[in-house]
């Protein structure tokens, strides 16, 4: 079974259309993440949940609109899409961890959106 | 947030040692130092964590010195398949979800060759 799963793997789209990805995580964990890498291979985060309340949104325009049904999913709705929008977009979850295990990471396989 | 300093790229051969090191001048008391592996077309994946001295597991060790200020990810004996980028990240794990620890940077490239 797959810790971390995200779809679309691939998503092509105008501008101006709306879409969503999904992102569905099967651990157990309390917070997922919303992280976008640009072509330039920068990764930066967009968007955090703990149990299903918004904890961090840096900076990232409104077009973009994070919902979380529950712990399990984090789902990002994209409006208005531009084509600054084109990057992959990868969802991640996180426990807190005892001892050593800080906040370890887990990485779902990204959603390359391009963006004509 | 602690900031991170990495080489851009290295490069190296099949069955070398690879040390890469991170500076990390500004890391607080609480923060952890965290590595990860992100090869094309996939997310990143956790490779190590440590707070202090040196941390070993079946993939990876990480050094880290008194002060705390750099730590150095050691890949032993490397294969083809060890070519991916490299992240360091610093944070406190803060279990709420906050940024800290989140900033992933550039990575360090890493390129071995036969």
């Known amino acids: 079974d797959t810790a971390v799963s995200q779809t679309p793997k691939y998503l092509v789209t105008q501008m101006g259309n709306d879409k969503s990805i999904k992102c569905e995580q099967n651990?157990?964990?309390?917070?997922m993440y919303w992280y976008k890498q640009d072509s330039k291979k920068f990764l930066k985060i967009m968007f955090s949940?703990?149990?299903?309340?918004?904890?961090i949104n840096e900076t990232v325009p409104n077009r973009f609109s994070p919902k979380s049904p529950d712990k399990a999913h984090l789902n990002l709705h994209i409006n208005s899409l531009e084509l600054g929008d084109s990057a992959v977009y990868f969802c991640?979850?996180?426990?807190?961890?005892?001892?050593?295990?800080?906040?370890?990471?887990?990485f779902g396989a990204g959603t390359r959106l391009s963006v004509l | 947030l602690a900031k991170t300093t990495q080489p851009i790229s290295m490069d190296s051969y099949e069955g070398q040692e690879v040390n890469i090191t991170c500076s990390h001048n500004?890391?607080?008391?609480?923060?952890?130092i965290t590595w990860y592996q992100q090869f094309p077309s996939q997310g990143p994946r956790f490779i190590i964590q440590?707070?202090?001295t040196k941390v070993t597991n079946e993939v990876a060790s990480l050094f880290i010195p008194a002060d705390r200020k750099s730590s150095t990810l050691s890949l032993p004996r490397v294969s083809l398949s060890d070519t991916a980028v490299y992240y360091c990240?610093?944070?406190?794990?803060?279990?709420?979800?906050?940024?800290?620890?989140?900033?992933f940077g550039k990575g360090t490239h890493l390129i071995i060759q036969p």
């Open positions: 991640a979850s996180s426990s807190p961890g005892q001892g050593a295990a800080k906040n370890i990471q887990y």
């Open positions: 651990l157990g964990h309390d917070t």
């Open positions: 949940y703990n149990n299903k309340e918004l904890i």
């Open positions: 500004n890391i607080a008391t609480n923060d952890y």
């Open positions: 440590g707070y202090k």
């Open positions: 990240l610093v944070g406190a794990g803060y279990s709420g979800g906050g940024a800290d620890g989140l900033t």
